[in-house]
């Protein structure tokens, strides 16, 4: 079975810092999709990032970036500066690749409040 | 583009009173599915439709019916709601297809917020 921990529940940091929300995962396949998803007050839920398990590359997106790491089985993400915008419930997830069948597991989410 | 569609945006019921929760997308995407957010649980699945004319159980599917209508529908019904079913409810929509850069990325509908009294 697939299971995604994400272990901060809430921060809190003051405009401008640097901030890293830890996403830990769980699966016995080799093939998989991770993502992070941002769902700020307003509820909705915006996608931000697909990461395919062949690609351990660094992506680096404006302030925002992701760290993967299969050794250790995580996809962190850094917002660095961060603004009062990007207060909001993160959430990262992890579907197994390829099959209809295959359903997107979730994170309980993140809460990053960042005051001005 | 709407994306996923879902109706209603609020609703407030009696125990005990029925509903349905409608979503349609219009990206032509094979699976849909029906998720429950609710405070430090994140998003829990409660049933999926991998393709038209098949639907399954997720993580949490007591109490709830679904039906895949056509392509671009997919409803969840609840028939007797009690109040732990008050909850924020997510439709989204996926397609598999190869080379799309949006392939296996979920779309979300806005979310249908349900109180149960």
């Known amino acids: 079975a697939q299971k995604v921990t994400q272990a901060q529940t809430e921060i809190s940091v003051v405009e401008k810092e640097d901030v890293t929300l830890d996403c830990v995962y769980e699966t016995r396949d080799t093939t998989y999709y991770l993502f992070w998803y941002k769902q700020p007050p307003s509820g909705e839920l915006v996608f931000l990032i697909r990461?395919?398990?062949?690609?351990?590359q660094n992506e680096i997106s404006g302030r925002y970036s992701w760290n993967f790491q299969k050794s250790t089985s995580s996809f962190n993400f850094t917002i660095t500066a961060s603004q009062v915008v990007d207060s909001a419930v993160y959430f990262c997830a992890l579907i197994l690749y390829g099959g209809a069948t295959n359903k997107l597991i979730f994170g309980t989410g993140t809460l990053l409040a960042v005051q001005p | 583009n709407a994306g996923v569609t879902q109706t209603p945006k609020f609703q407030v019921l009696k125990t005990g009173q029925s509903m349905t929760l409608q979503c349609a997308q219009d990206m032509n995407h094979n699976s849909m599915y029906w998720y429950r957010q609710d405070p430090g649980m994140g998003l829990r699945l409660i049933y999926y439709?991998?393709?038209?004319?098949?639907?399954d159980k997720g993580e949490v599917p007591n109490g709830y019916n679904v039906s895949r209508l056509n392509k671009r529908e997919f409803s969840l019904r609840l028939e007797s709601a009690a109040p732990s079913q008050t909850s924020v409810y997510f439709c989204a929509s996926r397609t598999l297809t190869s080379g799309s850069s949006g392939a296996n990325v979920l779309t979300f509908g806005a979310g249908s917020r349900l109180t149960v009294l």
């Open positions: 990461r395919n398990s062949f690609d351990e």
């Open positions: 439709s991998a393709s038209e004319g098949t639907t």
